[in-house]
């Protein structure tokens, strides 16, 4: 597997940050409040992202080298990495060096799923672990366990029309809280039923019927 050096992928990140400044609003206060699991022995992975991170999951909007451009340097990609760096290349970029901010999230999903899955998983879920998706499922296939927690799961905040069912938070902040409201607005369910203590896992029943889901301090949600 090819690898680049940091100098490289500093060079990717002002490339993607510039092609990617369009796309959308600017999601890292949301990004700030967000807080895995307490029990994870690894750093919060809220708190230490690449300096890639915030232009990982973006694709240039301009024009990208051609697959049959795609070529290293030195040495070689192997079938899985070309994949991955299909349509993910700017012109005059190193595609090596894109290819090491796919490494990069590989590496962080990696690290703290040996610690935690579920701050792995909640990671993933939340977009803290940027580009996660595209980087497991070409570059470290061996995630895909976590990858499939976090395509059930949802990140805190306000959700319109959840499936009904029992979801577990990824987090053991005490602050935790939750409610379903139904069509009219009236609070179908809400939670804690009672305050919850240090190491305890905090769940949610969300009823049939339930058309908005709301909570907060709750980092990520998964089905229970």
């Given at each position: 597997m090819y690898r680049r050096s940091a100098a490289a992928a500093v060079l990717l990140t002002a490339a993607l940050t510039l092609t990617a400044c369009s796309s959308g609003g600017d999601k890292s206060d949301s990004a700030a409040k967000a807080k895995p699991p307490?029990?994870?022995?690894?750093?919060?992975?809220?708190?230490?992202p690449p300096p890639s991170a915030p232009a990982a999951d973006a694709k240039p909007s301009g024009?990208?080298?051609?697959?049959?451009?795609?070529?290293?340097?030195?040495?070689?990609?192997?079938?899985?990495?070309?994949?991955?760096?299909?349509?993910?290349?700017?012109?005059?970029?190193?595609?090596?060096?894109?290819?090491?901010?796919?490494?990069?999230?590989?590496?962080?999903?990696?690290?703290?799923?040996k610690r935690d899955k579920d701050a792995a998983t909640g990671a993933v879920i939340t977009g803290e672990i940027a580009g996660a998706k595209d980087a497991i499922t070409h570059?470290?296939?061996?995630?895909?366990?976590?990858?499939?927690?976090?395509?059930?799961?949802?990140?805190?905040?306000n959700r319109k029309a959840?499936?009904?069912g029992s979801y577990r938070a990824l987090t053991q902040a005490l602050n935790c809280t939750w409610e379903a409201k139904g069509k009219d607005g009236s609070i179908l369910a809400s939670g804690p039923e009672t305050p919850p203590k240090a190491g305890d896992k905090i769940t949610a029943t969300i009823p049939a019927g339930t058309t908005e889901f709301n909570s907060s301090g709750c980092y990520a949600w998964i089905p229970a």
């Open positions: 307490a029990s994870s022995a690894v750093p919060d992975p809220a708190d230490t024009p990208v080298l051609p697959d049959a451009k795609l070529t290293p340097k030195t040495g070689s990609f192997t079938a899985q990495e070309k994949k991955y760096l299909s349509g993910r290349v700017p012109e005059k970029m190193d595609p090596a060096a894109v290819l090491q901010t796919g490494q990069d999230a590989c590496q962080r999903v990696e690290r703290t799923a570059l470290c296939p061996e995630q895909k366990p976590i990858l499939a927690a976090a395509e059930k799961g949802f990140p805190e905040g959840p499936a009904a």
